[in-house]
């Protein structure tokens, strides 16, 4: 039940195409969903995140999308870049937990030029 | 720029030699976690303080302690490295507000080597 599934492992987009990569979560007590994007060598770095009361968060090319009833959230990279190549992942915290953070298992993302 | 700095970037240790990797944070932030990450997979959570109360995963090892001095500095030990912690250790920082849970920020990592 603490389990955050993402899918899929690897992706090949080609430049300018949409990346979407998709998570599943269990436990109704998550209330906050980032995403982190790693890139060899470096630490997580926070992309994006949302909380449950809304459906959908926009920042630049980079979108979440949030299903509460289906306990399913998605990111969406629009137009995407040789640059956005790296590991993201998806991650779920519990109320009132210190912040702590249940991770999915990475998506590698090759974006070909 | 307020950050999380980790030091050495990467350590080397032999078999069995206690070693200690840093993190210090210029964020203020009231709780640091620390983080083991193999190749291909999700950062694994070893433990974290919130101010001072530290807090061990189940599964963490007794191999491996923290401490933290103050509210910037904290740092990770292992007692006696085995070639399976060879690894990236990611330390994190967090603030916590009453109302609602906040991001992670992170450092870039120790990456340790076993001889």
């Known amino acids: 039940q603490q389990q955050v599934k993402q899918s899929p492992q690897s992706l090949i987009v080609q430049k300018g195409g949409i990346s979407i990569i998709n998570c599943a979560y269990e436990?109704?007590?998550?209330?906050?969903f980032p995403w982190y994007q790693q890139f060899p060598g470096k630490g997580p770095a926070l992309l994006i995140a949302?909380?449950?009361?809304?459906s959908e968060k926009k920042e630049g090319r980079f979108t979440i999308s949030f299903n509460k009833s289906a306990k399913q959230f998605s990111l969406h990279i629009m137009d995407s870049q040789p640059g956005d190549s790296a590991t993201y992942f998806c991650a779920a915290s519990i109320r009132g937990a210190t912040n702590k953070l249940i991770f999915g298992t990475g998506t590698l993302l090759a974006v070909q030029p | 720029d307020a950050m999380v700095i980790q030091n050495p970037r990467y350590q080397v240790t032999q078999f069995g030699k206690p070693v200690t990797l840093s993190c210090s944070q210029t964020?203020?932030?009231?709780?640091m976690y620390w983080y083991q990450q193999k190749s291909s997979q999700a950062p694994k959570l070893l433990f974290h303080?919130?101010?001072?109360?530290?807090?061990n995963e189940a599964d963490t090892p007794d191999n491996f302690q923290s401490r933290r001095p103050n509210t910037s500095f904290c740092f990770l030990d292992i007692r006696s490295p085995g070639l399976g912690d060879a690894a990236m250790y990611l330390c994190a920082t967090s603030r916590v507000f009453p109302g609602g849970n906040q991001p992670q920020h992170f450092g870039d990592g120790t990456r340790l080597s076993i001889l």
């Open positions: 303080y919130y101010d001072k109360d530290f807090n």
């Open positions: 949302i909380r449950p009361d809304v």
């Open positions: 436990n109704t007590a998550f209330d906050y």
């Open positions: 964020l203020n932030h009231n709780v």
